[in-house]
């Protein structure tokens, strides 16, 4: 769970500092760079797995594959000047962590903050793009965490997920050497197991981690690799599945029968399936103009296939292909409620799309509903999972709780170069768990745009239907 995230000099993230709790909704105009956190986010998750190189062809925005530009990820990043950009996330990983070999293992400690600080190199010859180069990786943990943790969370959550022993270790750290900067893997006791030149390395050392002999640096890498953004598109939720596909659904929605097919016959389900396609099929029917007698995934043993049918009140039986985008959509995180194994962190661009107004409470209580409930612990019933969804809609804003909110507004802030520039700030509503004493905040007066009718609007309730 990302429970902090840092930004400064990351495209139009100047100086972003932004507490997250199991769910959050950022609101604002287009053209804000509402998505910049999500891509900061998903850069993350992609330095956990993968080379700086290919993190930085991934990220929205740039121009993916060859040709790809690394400066698009930085702050003016044509201007011939300094490049670097740090990013921190400040997050809580499982008590438990399983390395690629099936091995488990148990962190020291599960309230960690992690740092990067990358620069920009370039092209020693006329031609060819730079490269990104690591300036600093730290991983340490958060001492006294009880007390850092801003949103509240009963006693049993914070018992069942935060190891702290009032200890300050050091997992990975950065220091100069004789003639240049070193990153420090470090032992139990914070002592030096070994170092890496930066200037050497072409992924982050915490990405090279895939074994259980440094557990609690494999679950800040596991629990980073879990972060990602879920864009479903239409064309990936109606295509059938093979036998020999994925049965976990994809960020695009693509293996959506094959999921529904395993968390239904999933061995605490398999004496009655039928329980799951029934939860899902209830859940969405709440869709108002949708009457869903029942919903299950049909094999077909001739092509070996499985087809996600629907089937109306009346009899009317309809393949997933045949359902509107919106419904989809909306089955497809019906189907992730239900999925324990899907867990982590979920960035969702406008959810609203697609969704009629009389079912975006519907699609809003969805959401809400996927992230960990703070007040319980987190098992099969409650899946430690969080959700942070960005809009524009004032429906969606209406229907949010304030302490759920997030106002992007553009500000002025200083420049690396000392200037004054306009860039992305993310402000809490006032006398939330989110406002900081003497922090900026955002109030009704600042959001009246989402809670009143447009001003050029043609139709309007009634006085005696508004009173």
Same mark, same amino acid.
């Given at each position: 769970?990302?429970?902090?995230?840092?930004?400064?000099?990351?495209?139009?993230?100047?100086?972003?500092?932004v #507490?997250?709790?199991?769910?959050?909704?950022?609101?604002?105009?287009?053209?804000?760079?509402?998505?910049?956190?999500?891509?900061?986010?998903?850069? &993350?998750?992609?330095?956990?797995?993968?080379?700086?190189?290919?993190?930085?062809q991934?990220?929205?925005?740039?121009?993916?594959?060859?040709?790809?530009?690394?400066?698009?990820?930085?702050?003016?990043?044509?201007?011939?000047?300094?490049?670097?950009?740090?990013?921190?996330?400040?997050?809580?990983?499982?008590?438990?962590?399983?390395?690629?070999?099936? #091995? &488990?293992?148990?962190?020291?400690?599960?309230?960690?903050?992690? #740092?990067?600080?990358?620069?920009?190199?370039?092209?020693?010859?006329?031609?060819?793009?730079?490269?990104?180069?690591?300036?600093?990786?730290d991983?340490?943990?958060?001492?006294?965490?009880?007390?850092?943790?801003?949103?509240?969370?009963?006693?049993?959550?914070?018992?069942?997920?935060?190891?702290?022993?009032?200890?300050?270790?050091?997992?990975?750290?950065?220091?100069?050497?004789?003639?240049?900067?070193?990153i420090?893997?470090?032992?139990?006791?914070?002592?030096?197991?070994r170092?890496?030149?930066?200037?050497?390395?072409?992924?982050?050392?915490?990405?090279?981690?895939?074994?259980?002999?440094?557990?609690t640096?494999?679950?800040?890498?596991?629990?980073?690799?879990?972060?990602?953004?879920?864009?479903?598109?239409?064309?990936?939720?109606?295509?059938?599945?093979?036998?020999?596909?994925?049965?976990?659904?994809?960020?695009?929605?693509?293996?959506?029968?094959?999921?529904?097919?395993?968390?239904?016959?999933?061995?605490?389900? $398999?004496?009655?399936?039928?329980?799951?396609?029934?939860?899902?099929?209830?859940?969405? $029917?709440?869709?108002?103009?949708?009457?869903?007698?029942?919903?299950?995934?049909?094999?077909?043993?001739?092509?070996?296939?499985?087809t996600?049918?629907?089937?109306?009140?009346?009899?009317?039986? @309809?393949?997933?292909?045949? &359902?509107?985008?919106?419904?989809?959509?909306?089955?497809a995180?019906?189907?992730?409620?239900?999925?324990?194994?899907?867990?982590?962190?979920?960035?969702?661009?406008?959810? #609203?799309?697609?969704?009629?107004?009389?079912?975006?409470?519907?699609?809003?209580?969805?959401?809400?509903?996927?992230?960990?409930?703070?007040?319980?612990?987190?098992?099969?019933d409650?899946?430690?999972?969080?959700?942070?969804?960005?809009?524009?809609?004032?429906?969606?804003?209406? &229907?949010?709780?304030?302490?759920?909110?997030?106002?992007?507004?553009?500000?002025?802030?200083?420049?690396?170069?000392?200037?004054?520039?306009?860039?992305?700030?993310?402000?809490?509503?006032?006398?939330?768990?989110?406002?900081?004493?003497?922090?900026?905040?955002? $109030?009704?007066?600042?959001?009246?745009?989402? @809670?009143?009718?447009?001003?050029?609007?043609?139709?309007?309730?009634?006085?005696?239907?508004?009173?």
């Amino acid at each position: 769970m990302l429970t902090r995230l840092q930004v400064q000099g990351f495209k139009n993230l100047l100086d972003v500092d932004v #507490e997250f709790g199991p769910f959050t909704c950022i609101a604002g105009a287009n053209g804000m760079g509402k998505s910049n956190i999500f891509d900061a986010i998903e850069f &993350l998750s992609y330095l956990a797995t993968g080379s700086l190189a290919d993190a930085a062809q991934r990220v929205r925005g740039t121009a993916r594959g060859r040709g790809g530009d690394p400066r698009d990820l930085f702050w003016d990043g044509y201007r011939e000047h300094e490049h670097r950009f740090t990013i921190a996330a400040e997050m809580i990983v499982p008590t438990e962590v399983e390395d690629e070999l099936g #091995e &488990l293992a148990r962190p020291e400690a599960t309230y960690l903050r992690y #740092e990067v600080v990358l620069g920009y190199e370039p092209s020693r010859g006329d031609h060819g793009l730079g490269r990104l180069h690591l300036l600093r990786e730290d991983l340490r943990q958060i001492p006294n965490a009880r007390s850092r943790l801003a949103f509240p969370a009963s006693q049993a959550f914070l018992d069942a997920m935060v190891i702290d022993d009032g200890r300050s270790r050091v997992f990975l750290s950065t220091d100069t050497g004789d003639s240049e900067q070193l990153i420090n893997e470090h032992t139990q006791w914070n002592r030096v197991e070994r170092s890496r030149p930066a200037s050497r390395v072409t992924r982050t050392v915490l990405s090279t981690k895939i074994t259980a002999d440094n557990p609690t640096i494999l679950a800040a890498r596991n629990e980073m690799k879990s972060w990602r953004r879920l864009a479903l598109e239409p064309s990936a939720l109606r295509t059938p599945d093979g036998t020999t596909g994925s049965d976990l659904l994809s960020a695009n929605g693509r293996h959506l029968p094959a999921t529904l097919h395993r968390v239904a016959h999933a061995p605490e389900w $398999s004496a009655e399936p039928d329980q799951v396609y029934a939860r899902v099929a209830g859940r969405l $029917s709440d869709l108002s103009g949708l009457a869903v007698e029942d919903l299950e995934v049909e094999f077909d043993e001739a092509r070996e296939l499985f087809t996600l049918f629907l089937t109306e009140r009346g009899g009317l039986r @309809l393949p997933a292909r045949a &359902l509107s985008e919106g419904t989809l959509r909306f089955l497809a995180l019906c189907v992730l409620l239900e999925d324990t194994e899907f867990t982590g962190l979920i960035c969702m661009e406008e959810p #609203e799309n697609g969704i009629h107004p009389a079912n975006l409470a519907a699609m809003v209580q969805l959401v809400r509903d996927l992230a960990v409930d703070p007040t319980d612990v987190p098992s099969g019933d409650n899946p430690f999972r969080q959700v942070i969804i960005n809009t524009h809609s004032p429906g969606v804003v209406q &229907l949010c709780d304030p302490d759920d909110l997030l106002l992007a507004d553009v500000r002025l802030t200083a420049a690396p170069d000392g200037t004054a520039a306009r860039a992305l700030s993310l402000l809490p509503f006032r006398r939330t768990w989110r406002a900081r004493r003497g922090g900026p905040t955002f $109030s009704m007066a600042d959001i009246v745009a989402y @809670l009143s009718e447009p001003p050029q609007a043609h139709l309007r309730l009634p006085s005696d239907l508004t009173a």
